[in-house]
């Protein structure tokens, strides 16, 4: 009886520690999530300067000027 738990136990230890990711996929999300915050930072800049370039064109057609 005192069996069953025993190996429900090492199946359940053996079964988790066999999910642990290897080093070649560690890395991988590890670029993967720099790759993601790089981005991120491009399309804020570029966003910042859309914004900036579309401002000063609203502010040129305001002044009577042709774009």
């Known amino acids: ?3 069953r738990p025993t190996v429900l136990l090492l ?9 642990e990711r290897s080093q070649a996929e ?3 999300f ?7 915050r ?3 930072e491009e399309s804020a800049k570029y ?3 859309k914004a ?3 401002a000063k064109e609203n502010g040129a057609a305001t002044n009577g ?3």
């Open 1 to 3: 009886m005192l069996l």
């Open 65 to 67: 000027e042709k774009e």
């Open 11 to 19: 199946v359940s230890q053996l079964a988790l520690a066999g999910c």
């Open 26 to 28: 560690k890395l991988a």
């Open 52 to 54: 900036g370039e579309d």
């Open 47 to 49: 966003q910042r300067s």
């Open 38 to 40: 790089i981005n991120a």
């Open 30 to 36: 590890q670029h993967a999530e720099e790759q993601y």
